[in-house]
T-cell receptor, first 119, second 115 residues
Framework: AQKITQTQPGMFVQEKEAVTLDCTYD???????LFWYKQPSSGEMIFLIY??????QNATEGRYSLNFQKARKSANLVISASQLGDSAMYFC????????????????FGKGTHLIIQP | EPEVTQTPSHQVTQMGQEVILRCVPI?????FYWYRQILGQKVEFLVS????????KSEIFDDQFSVERPDGSNFTLKIRSTKLEDSAMYFC?????????????FGSGTRLTVV
């Protein structure tokens, strides 16, 4: 089973509209972290936002917010007031806390959503 | 803002040749990673490194791959005998501490093309 599922391979959105990118995850670990990264056409991975499994409130970073629904195991990224520069691939990722005492597990990524903002 | 630096940005190599991809993690970070992204596909974890040894590796990280932190600042990924299917973007990442609650900073990647 996929640990991270992003069901939208591509999305077209009008500039200035809000965008929701879907992400569902699968883990039996009570301690985990969820991440969103942006990858523009230039290729680099840009960190956007983080949500911990024990965080009581949804994470927000500027125009980015994370709609965290723990019971549904979903962590959707919301971009408010989209801009042309938001056009990119967006990846949801998870790190599980099997070594929450300080180990070094890697991130598991979803397949990504290609977001295109239209003027 | 501190950065993870990767060199070169693009490398072309002949099949069967050895390549070394280099990374300079953020100086106070303790955990280091390599990831791979084949063109158009998702990012895949290769290996994590802590305290001068491998902490965890994925199935992709077979005997053709090795990692090293030779001098306390560089972190390298070596592919001994490259295959066509090793063509990918390789990302280095570092983390100040382990655990789920600390962010990963990625480098800009090295695009490896095996011909």
């Amino acid at each position: 089973a996929q640990k991270i599922t992003q069901t939208q391979p591509g999305m077209f959105v009008q500039e200035k509209e809000a965008v929701t990118l879907d992400c569902t995850y699968d883990t039996s670990d009570p301690s985990y972290g969820l991440f969103w990264y942006k990858q523009p056409s230039s290729g680099e991975m840009i960190f956007l936002i983080y949500q911990g499994s024990y965080d009581q409130q949804n994470a927000t970073e500027g125009r980015y917010s994370l709609n965290f629904q723990k019971a549904r195991k979903s962590a959707n990224l919301v971009i408010s007031a989209s801009q042309l520069g938001d056009s990119a691939m967006y990846f949801c990722a998870m790190r599980e806390g099997r070594y929450s005492g300080g180990g070094a597990d890697g991130l598991t990524f979803g397949k990504g959503t290609h977001l295109i903002i239209q003027p | 803002e501190p950065e993870v630096t990767q060199t070169p940005s693009h490398q072309v190599t002949q099949m069967g040749q050895e390549v070394i991809l280099r990374c300079v993690p953020i100086s106070n970070h303790l955990y280091f990673y390599w990831y791979r992204q084949i063109l158009g596909q998702k990012v895949e974890f290769l290996v994590s490194f802590y305290n001068n040894e491998i902490s965890e590796k994925s199935e992709i990280f077979d005997d053709q791959f090795s990692v090293e932190r030779p001098d306390g600042s560089n972190f390298t990924l070596k592919i001994r005998s490259t295959k066509l299917e090793d063509s990918a973007m390789y990302f280095c990442a570092s983390q100040v501490k382990g655990g789920t609650y600390y962010g990963y900073t990625f480098g800009s990647g090295t695009r490896l093309t095996v011909v």
